[in-house]
């Protein structure tokens, strides 16, 4: 079993940033960040690779960046120049090697982004 723990999500005002931590508690070959709003689908926003491979949804290209930590297991989402429809629950996903094919899940964090 893997504990993932997200965090630093909250309100901010349109243009503004915030910086989302996932962290597991084992090492992993993927993270993956999800996001979901009220009576949306849920959308893949980012990924990162053990490689430090990265993947963006063309929605946030340029500016969201994925980035990791190896000495503390620890994936970052720095999501500048936020706007109101970036709104939504994010959930980190965490892929490791032996485990489920499905990953492991946090709670998700809320960022809302409001004037």
């Known amino acids: 079993q893997v504990q993932v723990v997200e965090s630093g999500g909250g309100l901010v005002q349109p243009g503004g940033s915030l910086r989302l931590s996932c962290a597991a508690s084992?090492?992993?070959?993927?993270i993956n960040w999800y996001r979901q709003a009220p009576g949306k689908e849920r959308e893949l926003v980012a990924r990162?690779?053990?490689?430090?491979?990265?993947n963006y949804a063309d929605s946030v290209k340029g500016r969201f960046t994925i980035s990791r930590d190896n000495a503390k297991n620890t994936v970052y989402l720095q999501m500048n120049n936020l706007k109101p429809e970036d709104t939504a629950v994010y959930h980190c996903?965490?892929?490791?090697?032996?485990?489920?094919?499905?990953?492991?899940w946090g709670q998700g964090t809320q960022v809302t982004v409001s004037s």
């Open positions: 996903n965490v892929l490791t090697v032996p485990g489920p094919p499905e990953g492991y």
């Open positions: 084992r090492t992993f070959f993927r």
């Open positions: 990162i690779t053990s490689g430090s491979a990265t």
